[in-house]
């Protein structure tokens, strides 16, 4: 029954040794490892961990798309604004430089990249563009100087201006 049979069913006493003191002798403590709570205990704190080091993963995926994102956008309205200038300065001051030909074929790829319905500057700009197309009786629409595929752009630039 017992290692050593001294002859007697009573059962000898475990002494604990290590200090620390259990209320409960049946219950799982830290010294038994191999008992099926303590068991259950550590597989849970590994899932947990599991769990959280994903979470963790997915926030720095997520992190990543973001400034992914938000340098696309920075870029993108830099070469806007960069163009927008380069517009403003062809219709700045020295308007009167070039003919409006010429103006034209520089403003248009200039205009359809930079126009922006929500700016005041974009509609003057693309006020000064209409001025150059009266000036010279709309001709570089119609003698297909300006590629008639971003046309339908301007189109659509036109009528949104006209809609506010």
Known sequence: ???????????PRNVNLSGQKHINPFAAHALSPSSGIGASRTVAEAQAGRRQRQQEREELKAARVIQRTWRGHRARRSVKDVRRGLLADLYGTASSAGSP?????????LLLSAYDVRRDDSRRLLCCFAED????????????????TRLWHLVQILVSALDQ
């Open 101 to 109: 030909e010429q103006r034209i074929r520089d403003a248009f790829p």
């Open 1 to 11: 029954m017992f290692p050593t049979f001294t002859g007697t069913s009573r059962r």
């Open 133 to 148: 197309l009266v000036q010279t009786d709309y001709g570089p629409l119609v003698s297909g100087q300006l590629p008639p």
